[in-house]
């Protein structure tokens, strides 16, 4: 679990457009941030370019060209004031890493749950994992529901389960899911 590009800082000098949806650990699905380099902002753009991809037409009109989304700006406003508040991004950077090395230390060492991303590629957020028999994942499922765990079951593409660990996920909340998970392989195996 490699977090190294997450602790350099981004010289957005170093890129004509950084485009990024802040769903999940900054605010509501639909809200994006598009940082975007002066000499990028132009009308002699193609025709079958979007108006809402004319990023003149954005910048003439100061971000107002459609109405914004008002709360969910207001919503990630908050999560920065919190996540300033919980130590800033290093700080949550070195929460989230805790959070996923609890988890992945527990399916590492597991003779039932297997994660399925290679160690170098896994997400600090997202946490894919099978018991490797979907019956039992299912059966998993159902009682990790029951538990109170929520959202475990696999994206539909995929299948098994996944644990999503974002920003607002206590440590707390990931060590309850690994004892779930250990008394189920206890009574399962």
């Not at 809200?31 to 004319?54: F, G």
């Not at 170098?120 to 994942?137: A, K, Q, Y």
């Not at 299912?138 to 529901?145: I, L, N, P, R, S």
């Given at each position: ?155 539909r593409?995929?299948?098994g ?14 060590e309850k ?13």
């Amino acid at each position: 679990m490699s977090s190294d590009i997450l602790s350099q800082p981004v010289n957005v000098e170093d890129y004509g457009l950084i485009f990024f949806g802040v769903q999940k650990n900054v605010g509501p699905a639909g809200v994006v941030v598009v940082i975007v380099r002066e000499d990028l902002i132009r009308d002699d753009l193609p025709e079958y370019v979007p108006t809402m991809l004319k990023y003149k037409t954005q910048a003439d009109a100061d971000s107002l060209y459609n109405t914004p989304p008002c709360y969910g700006i207001y919503i990630c406003g908050l999560v920065f004031k919190w996540v300033k508040s919980m130590g800033g991004l290093k700080a949550m950077q070195a929460h989230n890493e805790k959070k996923a090395k609890i988890l992945y230390d527990f399916l590492d060492e597991s003779k039932m749950f297997k994660g399925t991303v290679v160690k170098e590629d896994r997400s600090l957020m997202n946490v894919p994992f099978v018991t490797g028999n979907d019956e039992l994942d299912a059966k998993f499922v159902k009682e990790a529901t029951a538990a109170g765990f929520v959202n475990l079951k696999g994206h539909r593409s995929v299948g098994g389960m996944r644990a999503s660990i974002y920003n607002a996920m206590p440590i707390e909340g990931v060590e309850k899911l690994v004892a779930f998970m250990k008394d189920f392989e206890e009574k399962n195996s």
